[in-house]
Structure formats: structure tokens, C-alpha cells
Nanobody, 116 residues
Framework: DVQLQASGGGLVQPGGSLRLSCVAS????????IGWLRQAPGKEREEVSC????????YYEDAVKGRFTISRDNAKNTVYLQMNSLKFEDTAVYYC?????????WGQGTQVTVSS
């Protein structure tokens, strides 16, 4: 079975940090790009960051540039999202997504809440 297991969310104060992990199984992880998307209450899901299969190309939404870093460890079938300098507006459910030309897999979300 294909699985994408996102974890690492939680409650953090503004300015704090969290590291999200997305562990994959059931498909050839090395062949897939991985994205992190988030959905805040009442808003549409938006792509925050993604990384290609080789790990040498990344994308960041303007709102998180300079604060978030995506990385992957293909030996562990895992993608990370290091989130620093968190802001109230980063509060959302964060999802990981595995994509390639013909396939698209989603994991369950992990809640990130930034609150004082």
C-alpha cells in the first residue's frame, strides 16, 4: 500500500520552529518529487514548497522564502520541512504530496498552530 505519513506538527509560539517529516512507502520514492501544501481554515490549499526527485531543485512560496527549508533523504524515504521564524499566518494543516508524470499520492495532514 502507498503511504505518506506526515508528522511533526504542533503548537508553537510566533518566532518558533518546527520540523515536519513525511515518510513514504509503497512506491519508488526516488522517482517522485515531493511537495508540502497547507490549508488554513476557510482558505484553499496552497503549495508551500516542493523538491524534485534528485533533491537538487526546490521551490518556495514567497511567503515562506528565507524561513522554510525543504530537504529529502532518499535512503530514508523521507522529506523534511524545517520551518523557522513561524508566524500566526503559518497556522494550517500541512500535507505532503508525492508526484510524478503519471501518479500523485497524498498523505494525511499534520496540524501546525502558531499562537502566543
Amino acid at each position: 500500500d502507498v503511504q505518506l505519513q506526515a508528522s511533526g506538527g504542533g503548537l508553537v509560539q510566533p518566532g518558533g520552529s518546527l520540523r515536519l517529516s513525511c515518510v513514504a512507502s509503497g512506491f519508488p520514492f526516488d522517482d517522485y518529487g515531493i511537495g508540502w501544501l497547507r490549508q488554513a481554515p476557510g482558505k484553499e490549499r496552497e503549495e508551500v514548497s516542493c523538491i524534485n526527485s534528485g533533491g537538487d531543485m526546490t521551490y518556495y512560496e514567497d511567503a515562506v522564502k528565507g524561513r522554510f527549508t525543504i530537504s529529502r533523504d532518499n535512503a530514508k524515504n523521507t522529506v523534511y520541512l524545517q520551518m523557522n521564524s513561524l508566524k500566526f499566518e503559518d497556522t494550517a494543516v500541512y500535507y505532503c504530496n508525492a508526484y510524478t508524470g503519471g501518479s500523485n499520492y497524498w498523505g494525511q495532514g499534520t496540524q501546525v498552530t502558531v499562537s502566543s
